[in-house]
């Protein structure tokens, strides 16, 4: 039971270099989230594909794109990393929204 | 707009102490309403739900009621194990709050044998 699945596990860039992070459900959940866990702040929206071919912008979009790839697959992309965004990224997943997530393990992404 | 607000941590109990971490909402319509927890090292985890006014959701020997009328969903556990350590976030749900989640700033609890 693989769930929610993110790669890579650990990463660090240095600033102004470009990364995407990679997030695949198997449980034929219809939307999906990217949300960044920093202390004290608990988790910030970033992005949501409510189905498959839309996105929609969360809490804190700014520095970063979302790619819906198919209905398993939702990616987010930095492009030009900042130190700001050293965080805990997590994507999860639910059948619709409003429903219970299910989350991934998370991506510690550090900046330099 | 839609809001959680959690009691503020750290907190750190004794083994069979009685746990309450108290959450409030503010919401535009009538939400769903959930407890997460989080592991070190690891994403959250749906730990229970109420979905409607006077619910009580439980598991694990956690419960949480649904109180429309003081806006909250405080989790309780009558007795805490060394294993109930983790982070624990309150979260609402409103399809009239625009189909996000809304997530508490997470409470951690220690429990010491």
């Known amino acids: 039971n693989a769930g929610v699945t993110q790669t890579p596990k650990f990463q660090v860039l240095k600033t102004g270099q470009s990364m995407t992070l990679q997030c695949a459900q198997d449980?034929?959940?219809?939307?999906m989230y990217w949300y960044r866990q920093d202390p004290g702040m608990g988790l910030r929206l970033i992005y949501y594909?409510?189905?498959?071919?839309?996105?929609d912008k969360g809490e804190v979009p700014n520095g970063y794109n979302v790619s819906r790839l198919n209905k398993r697959e939702f990616s987010l992309r930095l492009e030009s990393a900042a130190p700001s965004q050293t965080s805990v990224y997590f994507c999860?997943?639910?059948?619709?929204?409003?429903?219970?997530?299910?989350f991934g393990d998370g991506t510690r992404l550090s900046i330099l | 707009g839609d809001s959680v607000t959690q009691m503020e941590g750290p907190v750190t109990l004794s083994e069979e102490a009685c746990l309450t971490i108290?959450?409030?909402?503010?919401?535009?319509?009538?939400?769903?309403l959930f407890w997460y927890v989080q592991y070190p090292g690891e994403g959250l985890q749906l730990l229970l739900k109420?979905?409607?006014?006077?619910d009580k959701g439980s598991n694990k020997g956690f419960e949480a009621t649904y109180r429309k009328e003081t806006t909250s969903f405080h989790l309780e556990k009558g007795s805490v194990q060394v294993s109930d350590s983790a982070v624990y976030f309150c979260?609402?749900?409103?399809?009239?709050?625009?189909?996000?989640?809304?997530f508490g700033t997470g409470t951690s609890l220690t429990v010491i044998p």
């Open positions: 999860a997943s639910s059948g619709t929204v409003n429903q219970p997530q299910h």
């Open positions: 449980m034929n959940h219809n939307s």
């Open positions: 594909s409510a189905s498959e071919g839309t996105t």
């Open positions: 108290n959450c409030t909402y503010t919401a535009t319509g009538y939400p769903s």
């Open positions: 109420a979905t409607k006014a006077d």
């Open positions: 979260a609402l749900s409103d399809r009239l709050g625009g189909n996000q989640f809304y």
